[in-house]
């Protein structure tokens, strides 16, 4: 190699240097030479040491760097550029690649987008899959402990006992039974009824394996068919393990929402609450349309008209304002294209 | 450059130099590379963070620093999911072996705390020196087990004084290089704070009272527990006194938060060197409130601005006094400590608050 004039290849910085002993803070020069040699000097102290023996710590923003000694002492140097300069020069300079990247803007706005694009499709996709995959391979049991005690509380505060008579529940019963056969899980569901007072025309399907059908709701239907429809559907619920997989859901946004937003201090149980009721009321919506498929494969295999499904909707639909908490369909959104698919 | 900073005279402030710009840089392309690396990036990405917020703080001249090693505080991850996968599956598994964890993890839980703290003081550093935490597990046992039992025997009475010997058992046992802290805060004290943090949620409830006796959230709660179906979206008229009420809830809380701190800071020492934080409830409150909103409208873009803002308002608010230079602190033996603790007490959700 030719010798030349290499002013570039060295130069002085102003440092604070730490002898690691004591906590007493030295105003020093740092002088980095042509040759690798890195000198720390000040008016009674001097010391050297070889530029590849020592450890700079990466760049982070504009902080200042740390460059420890194999002493045990450092080097606080604040002039950034002037440093990653002459370390370049020196080909010294190591883990640069994330400051590179956290410079430029291009980089990070592609870092925003793939976050972003990442978010969503988890959200949307990744999360409801391995959460149907993770309920499809929990036992039964997990969903019975899940709906434990459910219809006390619910017997508690919002229904009523059922004021219908023998022969209506039993001849429900028996069509529950018949469907619930040809599920072949004769023995993991049952038939309730309930007063649904405030709840008005309604029937919902607990994890425990119990659906509870409100007396409304069959006053509001005009056959046997219309509630078989109604049944198929809470069971499309059941079957497809929707209490457990959202659960599951819920807590897994609520983990990834805490992953991303680390510790944003105690803001963070709310700012993880609002995305996740947000998401819970998309992923319910999903469910909803599952339930109908289901409801709707199952009424043709079973040469029942899916057009009894879109009978009862529409009828306990008309009425569904005058309820201070809202009927059967207030979860169901777009009954309208509901109704139109079952007619 | 003088030689030799201000360090006689007068109060030292820190300052904070970290800005949202170039903190927004760092936080993306942490989080860009977390999800790639499916999670796995994200012990490097807490490093990174860590010592962005460290580096850009500075006490008379010198800035802090934090050493952690990204790979321990990964294995301490791991340790942490495999526990709590094992506690899940097994107590859905076997329910009976429920309360056998639960004991297990009370008799856990000074161990936790100990390795946590010891973690995080053994990787700070500032001039060199680092932060050490040493407490035997007898000790810890007293406050995280004793008293901690204390809290429901007590119907939750007891949790100032918790709170108390929580924060002197953290402070007491924390040493820069050699030095121990001390810390002089009476329980009295934090029993006031609670006083009036309690008497705000008072307030808060006779507000929303006022506004709209009838609040039927117990409806909503048992209706949504059922069968996973979603209540109707409440109407204004139920919106409004919930707000109130969720306002006044966070400005008790922010209260605490704000009171306890100063309180805490204010008490301790290392060396004759005092603490000084001067953090307002109100100002804290609109930060907490305009960080809550400006996150919420940019779908987390702004949570590394709403960091930043925080820790500045923070660092404007906290000076040290103190009692002759910062220069005669002497340096303690190092020793390694895994993540395991931090990893789990995080993974429990176990906050130190400090």
Known sequence: ?343 | MDSTPATTAGVLPFRFHGNATEYFRIWIVNVMLTVLTLGIYSAWAKVRNKRYFYNNTELDGSGFDYHADPQAILKGRLIAVAVFTAYSVTSSAVPAAQPAFLLAFLFALPWVVIRTMAFNTRNSSFRNIRFNFRAGYRDAARVYILFVLLIPLTLGLAYPYFEYRHRDFMIRNSEFGTSEFDFDARAGQFFSIYARAFGLLVLAVLAAGIVLPGLVTTAHAAASAAGGKVPTPPSPANILPALLMLGMYMMAGIYLRTATSNLVLNHAAANGHRFISTLQTRSMLWIYLTNLAAIVASLGLLIPWAKIRLMRYRMDNLKLQPQGGLDNFIAGEQTRVMAAGEELAGIFDIDLGL
């Open chain 1, 1 to 343: 190699m030719q010798p030349r004039a290499v002013p570039a290849r060295s130069a002085e910085f102003e440092a604070r240097y730490y002898d690691g002993r004591n906590s007493a803070q030295l105003a020093v020069r740092l002088i980095i030479d042509s040759n690798g040699q890195l000198t720390v000097q000040a008016p009674d102290f001097r010391t050297e040491y070889l530029l590849r023996e020592t450890r700079i710590s990466g760049r982070l923003g504009n902080s200042p760097r740390m460059i420890d000694f194999p002493d045990g002492s450092r080097c606080e140097v604040a002039d950034n550029d002037r440093l990653d300069a002459i370390l370049e020069l020196q080909s010294a300079n190591r883990g640069g690649w994330l400051h590179h990247m956290e410079s430029r803007t291009a980089h990070v706005l592609l870092a925003v987008a793939l976050t972003l694009g990442a978010g969503a499709a988890a959200v949307r996709y990744g999360i409801p899959w391995l959460a149907e995959q993770a309920a499809y391979a929990l036992p039964p049991a997990v969903d019975q402990r899940l709906g434990q005690g459910t219809l006390q509380i619910m017997d508690r505060t919002l229904l009523e006992p059922s004021h219908l008579d023998q022969a209506t529940r039993s001849r429900l019963r028996a069509r529950f039974a018949g469907m619930t056969a040809r599920l072949g899980k004769a023995d993991r569901y049952r038939l309730e009824f309930r007063d649904g007072g405030r709840l008005g025309a309604n029937a919902f399907a607990l994890p425990s394996g119990t659906v509870v059908m409100t007396d409304q709701l069959v006053q509001a239907s005009e056959q046997d068919e219309e509630l078989v429809a109604v049944l198929a559907h809470e069971l499309g619920h059941l079957e497809r393990r929707h209490a457990v997989r959202m659960a599951l859901q819920n807590s897994a946004v609520a983990l990834l929402v805490a992953l991303v937003t680390g510790d944003v201090v105690s803001t963070s149980t709310l700012i993880a609450a609002l995305p996740t009721v947000l998401v819970n009321s998309s992923y319910s919506r999903r469910f909803e349309n599952e339930a109908d498929d289901f409801a709707h494969d199952f009424l043709v295999t079973s040469g029942i008209p899916t057009r009894h499904f879109a009978a009862i909707l529409e009828r306990i639909s008309g009425d569904r304002e005058d309820s201070t908490f809202g009927h059967y369909l207030s979860s169901h959104p777009g009954t309208r294209e509901r109704i139109a698919r079952f007619r």
